[in-house]
């Protein structure tokens, strides 16, 4: 069984600095002299949906979902394969994809020639866009490799529901307290503002998902290592080999 933690990072993993900033970044000198900003309003509605369980895919399809080929699998994956190393298959997939948008209402003044961006209010959508559970076809509802693969993939999906509240719980409080601090970009052009201020928010959410990482990663790992592996494979007489 595996995890995969997929980030969708070209959607919210943005620099804290771009190029349409005046002078670096929103807390340097030209930042500091703009007037007091109204401090923003932050919603965040959290995706945490249950996983859906996919049943109708074979083995290799499986294997492929990570563009690797069946019994050849490798390169450092953090997930349940059978026995045999290099040469082990998949046997079963978590994949938790994490999405993010935003919407805010600007708010701007201009100040020694620049534009000073903020947002009065802000919506966070972010969650898991994907969760699901993949096990084999091959492997019968009523069969042990079923009951055995299920078993362990339901605990990679607990691992993310319980990450998701836990960091869902304090990301509200965590994003207003960062945006009360650099919560403001300068911009030549006011019409640079509303990307810039996207960005700034993008990339103050990207560091806060990196908390969550280190939370949950280490736990995922726990129950994916060889020992794991050898004591689920015992739970069953006989695996089916066929990866068709």
Not at 144 to 170: D, L, Q, S
Request: hydrophobic fraction near 35%.
């Amino acid at each position: 069984m595996i995890n995969t933690w997929m980030l969708d990072k070209g959607r919210i993993a943005f620099a804290l600095c771009v190029g349409v900033f005046v002078i670096g970044c929103a807390g340097t000198a030209q930042a500091k002299s703009c007037p007091k900003m109204a401090k923003t309003r932050v919603t965040v509605n959290l995706l945490n949906p249950p996983a859906k369980l996919q049943h109708a895919n074979t083995i290799t399809e499986i294997n492929r979902l990570f563009g690797v080929r069946a019994k050849s699998v490798g390169g450092g994956l953090n997930g349940w394969h059978a026995p045999g190393g290099k040469n082990s298959v998949i046997r079963g997939l978590t994949r938790a994809k994490l999405g993010a948008s935003s919407k805010f209402r600007p708010y701007w003044v201009k100040s020694r020639g620049a534009y000073c961006y903020t947002a009065k209010e802000l919506t966070i959508d972010f969650g898991y866009t994907d969760h699901a559970v993949f096990i084999p076809r091959i492997y019968a509802p009523s069969s042990c490799e079923y009951k055995v693969v299920y078993a362990h993939e339901r605990t990679h999906v607990r691992i993310n529901r319980k990450a998701m509240k836990k960091f869902g719980e304090t990301l509200k409080a965590k994003l207003e307290k960062r945006l009360a601090k650099s919560g403001v970009v300068v911009v030549r052009q006011q019409n640079q503002g509303v990307e810039a201020y996207r960005k700034l928010v993008n990339g103050v959410l990207a560091e806060l998902v990196e908390e969550m990482y280190r939370y949950s990663i280490p736990l995922h790992d726990r129950i994916d290592t060889p020992t794991n592996y050898h004591r689920e494979d015992a739970k069953c007489k006989k695996w089916v080999k066929d990866v068709r």
